[in-house]
């Protein structure tokens, strides 16, 4: 066996570490603590592989120091925040996490710091530890029949959702893309704006990700708009929630309490969030038990060996894997138009259906291109740790529901082989629906030839604008005149008539991203009578 050297920093420990030794050596692992970065741009040239918690920050500047022999970083845990995925990617290294070791350990401590709001239990033995009996001081409210607003029904939102109603709570949620079905099976109300859920809650708990759509999300003017007295919990991501606006708010009465265990900067020791005497701070002990350290490390560990041994890859969150290297392009394709579709379809996604038809795929499993498009709807929605590996299972969390069929000969009006995905949304009782289709020509290009029966060939670019409109003449004149009036260069368009409906779609290729303002101008311009109007980056 090759001489590999694996790291196991941030204080790995338990079986995980014993099964890194039992197969490596066990002079080949080192355990240690946390890295900082001029010590880890030093020494990363001599790793074959990495594991760390989240204390290690893997920057470009330390990722860009390794080596080729640095095949993989290994995340114990579900947060890759502290690594740089795009920069591990140039590197060709496979950045793996343990997306469902924590689940249970990162709801729990948020329900601790619901309950420890409720009844200021921190101050309450602050007060103690001083030897003032202040019991007066220190009266709270029962969480039993208030209401809870959860922010995020991912997996571990649910399983805060399903102990807090035990507890007696009504549960509201705010969750864009979580169907509707699913919330009727676990009896929450969804929120048609978070703006409604903070109007009606007495208790807010954040489990989102933290993404360019979720950055201070609980804003200085979403928090006026607050039910006064409520109380708020962060065991999500930093940066969430405006801290200095919450610290205010909770200082002047405007509401109750907090509790944070994630923050903007990490690690916290000074900032807005000190010395308010009803704000509760934990240290990121979200996944700080023994169980979840015991079960993260042991799976982290396992993924890492079966890799060098085998070379599978097993919960990577930067790359695609694919046992048959022929279906690749079609796996990449289907990805990005999962995304796409996720867009289009403007409804929480409850089904998506991927259809392979044409000869190519005759004998093949398709099952890596359903995953691919699986992850692409899922990557819309900001969910983390998802691959093909547990795409299906996170969809199923999520009450979605996916399908792959065959068809030996492409018929229809696309003769070619070719993937077809139809994704299905419910929204306010109404079933959606929008449908793709895209081929991969001998050469590698890779095209969408359909988009809602309208035949179309669009490539896939960095920066893409969907729209549909009335077919009317003027249109894509008066498009690229306000584009090229804001320095947005056209650098591909294509338009397709969808005759029964007498609409057209055009799907343009820019030269950088489109601003939200420019969308606004655009849904506004009277000429142009848009019925959707979607950018889609970074595909």
Not at 13 to 24: A, D, P, T
Not at 110 to 130: G, S, W
Not at 386 to 415: F, M, P
């Amino acid at each position: 066996m090759p001489n590999y050297t694996i790291v196991a920093a941030d204080h790995i420990k338990g079986s995980g570490l014993e099964i890194l030794k039992q197969y490596f050596g066990a002079s080949n692992v080192v355990a240690r603590g946390k890295f900082e970065e001029a010590e880890l741009v030093a020494n990363i040239a001599n790793f074959d592989a990495v594991l760390v918690r989240s204390n290690t920050q893997f920057t470009r500047t330390a990722i860009m120091a390794a080596s080729d022999r640095l095949k993989l970083i290994g995340r114990a845990g579900v947060g890759t925040d502290n690594i740089d995925k795009r920069a591990a990617t140039e590197k060709g290294i496979i950045v793996m996490n343990t997306p469902f070791g924590n689940t249970v350990s990162a709801a729990e401590q948020a329900i601790a710091l619901l309950f420890a709001t409720a009844r200021n239990t921190a101050r309450a033995d602050a007060l103690m530890q001083q030897h003032n009996w202040a019991k007066k001081e220190l009266v709270g409210i029962e969480v039993f029949d208030k209401v809870l607003g959860v922010v995020g029904m991912g997996k571990i939102g649910q399983h805060v959702v399903k102990v807090m109603q035990a507890a007696g709570m009504h549960v509201i949620a705010f969750d864009p893309y979580f169907p509707t079905e699913r919330a009727g099976e676990l009896k929450v109300e969804i929120c048609p704006t978070i703006e409604d859920l903070l109007a009606r809650a007495d208790f807010v708990t954040f489990h989102t990700p933290l993404t360019d759509q979720t950055r201070n999300l609980l804003s200085r003017e979403r928090i006026a708009g607050m039910k006064k007295g409520a109380r708020v919990v962060n065991c999500a991501r930093g940066g969430i929630i405006d801290e200095v606006a919450l610290a205010e708010a909770v200082r002047d009465g405007r509401l109750a309490a907090a509790g944070f265990d994630v923050f903007t900067q990490e690690p916290l020791t000074e900032g807005p969030l000190f010395g308010v005497k009803n704000i509760t701070l934990a240290p990121h002990l979200g996944a700080s038990t023994e169980e979840a350290e015991e079960r993260c490390g042991r799976q982290l560990a396992e993924q890492v060996v079966d890799y060098f041994q085998s070379g599978r890859i097993t919960n990577a969150v930067n790359v695609t894997f694919s046992p048959d290297e022929s279906l690749r392009n079609y796996a990449e394709l289907a990805g990005s138009m999962g995304r796409i579709a996720a867009y289009l379809v403007n409804a929480p996604v409850s089904e998506v259906n991927v259809h392979l038809a044409g000869e190519f795929f005759a004998g093949k499993d398709g099952g890596i291109i359903r995953s691919a498009a699986v992850m692409g709807i899922l990557d819309r929605y900001g969910v983390e740790g998802v691959n093909d590996i547990n795409a299906g299972h996170l969809a199923q969390q999520r009450g979605i529901r996916s399908n792959l069929t065959y068809e030996s000969k492409a018929s229809g009006s696309v003769r070619i082989d070719h993937v077809a995905i139809l994704v299905k949304g419910v929204q306010d009782g109404a079933e959606k629906a929008t449908n793709l289709a895209g081929t991969v020509y001998q050469d590698g290009r890779k095209r969408i030839i359909q988009i809602d029966d309208a035949d179309i060939e669009v490539r896939l670019d960095r920066h893409m604008l969907f729209l549909r409109y009335p077919d009317k003449p003027g249109i894509i004149g008066r498009v690229g005149t306000i584009l090229g009036e804001r320095g947005i260069n056209i650098e591909n368009m294509q338009v397709g008539i969808l005759k029964k409906l007498k609409k057209a779609s055009m799907v343009i290729g820019t030269s950088q991203a489109v601003p939200p303002d420019l969308i606004t101008q655009l849904c506004n311009e009277p000429l142009l009578e848009l019925e959707r109007i979607y950018a889609v980056d970074d595909l």
